[in-house]
């Protein structure tokens, strides 16, 4: 962050993000993250613009088996970041939508950028891309909600919202727009480990449909020779066989001896084309089907 503007409207979000009102002696703002850089930087951010007062402390939640870090700031400052962010209603306004982005916080793309990084410093998050492509953005509002997915509609990533435990959860489920999210908010290293591992994901996925492909034709392929090896037999066994011709005799004794050769294989065998072995063993097929109809068995 180079100017006052950028750090504004990343700390605005975060006050959204992850800050609570308190009230006691005074106003105060109360910021609870799991990341301790985050927290750190929220209580810089706030003395710097605001001249507040900042304490950090730990918490550990046993439930979540996670330490928390709280941000608790005083002083005559908070009201000021509360009323900048939208959170709390200016004396100039005539009413407060709760939630409401305030349009001055993302008055340029640079700000905007800020915005949403700060946002997902606060309440975001991204699934394994080994295991999926998710990526989450906790809401307390629905309005702010609302508010996120029409910002990121600017930058084309479509992303939706649905309401969870009180609150509401801006989601994105496609690689692509998750990775356009991640360089949007200048996290480069974290796009590029993103991205690595979608290829790696993709090269696996196709690797596994190749076997998969490869393992069904096989299969397919063995099931068609046993059945022509089937209809030799019936039509050996019904004294059809003398009265072959000469090259779908050659074609029934390849079939017959290489019972798990392939079509290719058994052309070569025959010094014909596989279309023409192919052509023979579907003689054979039709030869032994007008045999089973003639007996009255089924197909």
């Not at 290719?264 to 030869?287: D, F, I, Q, T």
């Not at 007008?290 to 068995?297: A, S, V």
């Amino acid at each position: 962050m180079r100017n006052k503007s950028e750090k504004h409207a990343l700390l605005c979000a975060l006050t959204h993000a992850a800050g609570f009102m308190t009230l006691g002696r005074g106003v105060g703002i109360r910021y609870i993250t799991e990341n301790s850089e985050t927290g750190r930087l929220a209580a810089e951010l706030a003395v710097e613009l605001y001249g507040v007062q900042s304490m950090v402390s730990l918490s550990r939640q046993e439930r979540l088996k996670a330490n928390s870090t709280i941000v608790t700031l005083a002083g005559s400052g908070c009201i000021k970041l509360l009323e900048d962010a939208g959170c709390i209603l200016r004396e100039s306004d005539d009413e407060l939508v709760i939630g409401h982005i305030p349009e001055i916080l993302l008055s340029n793309d640079t700000d905007r950028r800020c915005f949403l990084r700060g946002v997902f410093l606060g309440a975001g998050s991204v699934s394994d891309p080994k295991k999926g492509y998710h990526l989450e953005l906790v809401c307390k509002y629905e309005p702010f909600a609302q508010g996120l997915c029409e910002l990121l509609d600017r930058y084309e990533i479509h992303a939706k919202y649905l309401p969870r435990k009180g609150g509401y959860v801006v989601y994105l489920k496609e690689g692509n727009l998750v990775s356009d999210f991640l360089a949007l908010i200048g996290a480069m290293s974290s796009t590029l480990a993103f991205e690595e591992a979608r290829i790696i994901r993709s090269v696996n996925n196709n690797v596994n449909r190749i076997n998969n492909f490869d393992d069904a034709n096989m299969n397919k392929a063995a099931a068609a020779a046993a059945q022509q090896s089937l209809d030799i037999e019936l039509i050996r066994m019904n004294g059809e066989w003398e009265r072959l011709p000469a090259k779908l005799k050659e074609a029934a004794e390849l079939r017959l001896n290489n019972p798990e050769a392939t079509l290719m294989e058994l052309a070569e065998m025959a010094g014909v084309s596989k279309s023409g072995l192919n052509h023979r063993l579907a003689k054979l097929s039709n030869l032994a089907e007008e045999l089973r109809l003639e007996k009255g068995k089924p197909i």
